[in-house]
């Protein structure tokens, strides 16, 4: 499968605690992206890169929140500190820069108790 | 910065019928104009886009129009099927700025059989 891929899926942690993400953007795309949707609502942007460069931060993104591209592949999205509002999914998109077309990952659901 | 507005909330159709979805869009720059389907637990999936150098696309039984004077863009499906069912989300964005897509809060299609 040569999709977005996300990591992992689902997880549920205690108010407090510390999560990372992880997304494997598609192979030959330069731009990934982190998307974040709650129920009912469409996905809100929280930021992005081009290859390993984050070029842009929503305010969305608290202190607690860092996302990271080190070699222009994978990228990681860290919460620190996690509260009961963080709960979302967490959506990771990538695309090429010539045709600009997004393409979504399955997410990472978390749920803060 | 560009908000999108997106209508009905949600629409119920019989098999076979059309459906139309509307979007409003604010930011006169945007270019470009993506729809995504979202399945239950699934990620947002791209189903057609429109950029703003035309009035009209087609693909097979998705329609999507743009009317940059008014600021609003449609999706249409017609002779629509029970796999039609599901949450649709318009987008806009202005693609010199790296795609940062700004979405609608959906649209939850139910088709009736």
């Known amino acids: 499968d040569t999709g977005v891929s996300q990591d992992p899926r689902h997880k549920i942690t205690k108010r407090g605690q510390n999560v990372t993400f992880r997304c494997d953007p598609i192979?030959?795309?330069?731009?990934l992206y982190w998307y974040r949707q709650t129920l009912g609502q469409g996905p809100e942007f929280l930021t992005y890169?081009?290859?390993?460069?984050?070029?842009?931060k929503s305010r969305l993104l608290s202190d607690r929140f860092s996302a990271e591209r080190p070699k222009g592949s994978f990228s990681t999205l860290e919460i620190q500190r996690t509260e009961q509002g963080d709960s979302a999914m967490y959506l990771c998109?990538?695309?090429?820069?010539?045709?600009?077309?997004?393409?979504f990952g399955e997410g990472s659901r978390l749920t803060v108790l | 910065g560009e908000n999108v507005e997106q209508h009905p909330s949600t629409l119920s159709v019989q098999e076979g019928d059309s459906a139309v979805i509307k979007c409003t869009y604010s930011?006169?720059?945007?270019?470009?104009f993506p729809w995504y389907k979202q399945e239950l637990g699934k990620g947002p999936q791209l189903i057609i886009d429109?950029?703003?150098?035309?009035g009209e696309k087609k693909d097979q039984r998705i329609a999507v129009t743009l009317n940059k004077t008014a600021k609003h863009f449609s999706l249409h499906i017609t002779e629509t099927q029970p796999e039609d069912s599901a949450v649709y989300f318009c987008?806009?964005?202005?693609?010199?700025?790296?795609?940062?897509?700004?979405f609608g809060a959906g649209t939850i299609l139910r088709v009736k059989s």
């Open positions: 998109a990538s695309s090429d820069a010539q045709t600009g077309e997004l393409f």
């Open positions: 192979s030959e795309h330069n731009r």
């Open positions: 890169f081009q290859n390993e460069a984050q070029l842009e």
């Open positions: 930011d006169s720059a945007s270019n470009y």
């Open positions: 429109i950029r703003s150098n035309v």
């Open positions: 987008a806009a964005a202005l693609r010199e700025y790296g795609n940062k897509l700004v």
